[in-house]
């Protein structure tokens, strides 16, 4: 049988075209995405910035440059700039004195309502640099030498947490005692005294419904004094439980 002959086919030496014709193509894409990604929304930077100003109260913080584009510059040659840079730290005051007018208006509220105990100077309410503080004398909360909590204290309490839970703050129960040694059998020293004073109260602010990661408690014994304790007048003052309502933005 006769075999047939192949004519072997010449090598194509141009296909290397198909694969520099796709990875062109791929590049184009590319630059095109890039690009597109790359341009600046005007409309939508109007819509951010209009909102950012309201919510800050700073309706002149952020401007629009209406020559602002991608590459552009200005009639000066200099780029274009899409927005002013807020001025945080005046973002910061101006929080810081809202929520100093809010702690004040707390203040006064509480003052009001609790005005019998307010003026024999069983409670004393004050706004200072640390933020809301709230002395509260130990024979309204407690009988001497003791961390129980009395009946008397369960009113003025309940009404503090009534005025504080709505707020988010956080709260630090610090207790105090006077500089004479305690000497019972139920604590071994004035820390330990003011320790658990401090956490009894938070333990009944936690029961009224404020939030337990707003709450902490710490004792100071009687390291820090508001009177001399040369007397019995100063040392009834030193002898106290505070309740300090912090502020979130320090200026």
């Known amino acids: 049988m006769r075999r047939k002959h192949y004519i072997e086919e010449p090598d194509n030496h141009d296909r290397w075209l198909i694969s520099y014709a796709d990875f062109i193509t791929l590049l184009f894409a590319f630059f095109v995405v890039m690009y597109s990604i790359s341009s600046v929304n005007t409309n939508k930077y109007t819509q951010l910035t209009s909102s950012l100003g309201s919510a800050f109260n700073q309706n002149s913080a952020l401007m629009l440059n209406k020559y602002a584009a ?9 780029k274009p700039k899409i927005f002013s840079p807020l001025n945080l730290t005046k973002l910061k005051t101006d929080r810081h004195n809202r929520e100093k007018k809010n702690m004040t208006a707390i203040a006064g509220q509480l003052t009001q309502s609790l005005a019998p105990l307010v003026n ?27 961390a129980e909590l009395s009946e008397n204290a369960t009113a003025p309490l309940s009404e503090i947490a009534a005025q504080l839970q709505t707020q988010s703050n956080p709260i630090i129960v610090e207790g105090h005692t006077d500089n004479t040694p305690i ?34 408690a710490t004792g100071y014994g009687a390291s820090r004094p508001i009177a001399d304790n040369i007397d019995e007048a100063g040392k009834a003052k030193n002898r106290r439980v505070a309740i300090i309502v912090g502020y979130k933005n320090l200026p």
């Open 70 to 78: 991608v590459g552009g510059s200005t009639g000066n040659g200099s």
């Open 120 to 146: 024999i100077g069983k409670i004393d309410i004050t706004v200072n640099e640390h933020g809301l503080m709230i002395n509260l004398n130990d024979s309204l909360l407690f009988t001497p030498g003791s």
């Open 183 to 216: 000497s019972n059998r139920d604590y071994r020293s004035n820390w330990e005294l003011s320790a658990i004073r401090a956490s009894r109260l938070v333990g009944l602010l936690s029961a009224e419904g404020i939030a337990e990661q707003r709450l902490s």
